[in-house]
């Protein structure tokens, strides 16, 4: 198969115009994530220069995260950890409430889903106004995490969400 390039994957984003809300413009991934090849060539762009030696955990944010942050971490042979919305996981946690492009939210997260000390790798398919990211690196903090890197496969970067995560590295693929 042959490599697939950034351009064949920004060309099979989806634009819906109003969803979920007037004067949101909703980049739909499922298109990538269909296409066998364009899904393992996003997962090999996602995971460029990330060796299984430099990660423990790979950390996914509910929900079209837990997509790609579960593809890499079976890739890496590392393990996978799920940020939550609020009330969903079963066993005690740590909450971060946060606004986001549309409407607020609480995320969640095991209090021993990360151990002091481990690296993390945290994935999403979107980078937007950065609350979501930005609470679950609270969040990753709380529990002694070392966040080693936050990748995106898209950034909304007239947004400037990157702006509220820190110092780890950001980097996405496809950005508007
Ligand atoms: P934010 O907290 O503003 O960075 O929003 C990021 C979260 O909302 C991500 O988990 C995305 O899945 C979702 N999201 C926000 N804006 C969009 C958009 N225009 N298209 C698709 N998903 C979006």
Known sequence: MSMVTLAEIEAAIRNVPDFPKPGILFKDIT??????????????????????????????????????????????????VPVRKKGKLPWQTHEESYDLEYGSATVAIHVDAVKPGERVLLLDDLLATGGTAAATVSLLHKLGAELVGIRFLIELAFLDGRRRLGTAPVRSMVTY
Do not use: E, Q
């Open 31 to 80: 298109p990538v994530l269909a296409d066998g090849r364009l899904f393992s060539g996003a997962m090999d762009h996602l995971l460029a220069g990330v060796a299984r030696a430099d990660v423990d955990k790979v950390v996914g944010i509910d929900a079209r995260g837990f997509i790609f942050a579960a593809a890499a971490a079976a890739r890496l042979g590392c393990g996978f």
